[in-house]
Nanobody, 114 residues
């Protein structure tokens, strides 16, 4: 059984920064892909960024140049550094780990005020 625990969300003014973390506990194995998704009120969940086991990263166009995804394999933890935040980044952010099946965190709220 794998559990994902997110942290780092909160309220920030536009132009500010936040760093999200997501750590896996339970079964200890490496994951094929680790990533972040977000869901704003009334909208579908969307991909924010992913990072594969070889370190290749992928970003949504809306966050390119502002967000950076990274990971610590030893800690089975993925991070999302979010800079130059905009009000439209407001959403619940979910981490997702993939190895044979998808594992999801419980979500952390990010609110960006204008």
């Amino acid at each position: 059984q794998v559990q994902l625990a997110e942290s780092g969300g909160g309220l920030v003014q536009a132009g500010g920064s936040l760093r999200l973390s997501c750590a896996a506990s339970g079964r200890a194995f490496s994951f094929d892909i680790m990533g972040w998704y977000r869901q704003a009120p009334g909208k579908q969940r969307e991909l924010v960024a992913t990072i594969s086991s070889d370190g290749t990263s992928n970003y949504a166009d809306s966050v390119k140049g502002r967000f950076t995804i990274s990971k610590d394999n030893a800690k089975n933890t993925v991070y999302l550094q979010m800079n130059s935040l905009k009000p439209e980044d407001t959403a619940v952010y979910y981490c997702n780990f993939l190895r044979g099946k998808n594992y999801w965190g419980q979500g952390t709220q990010v609110t960006v005020s204008s």
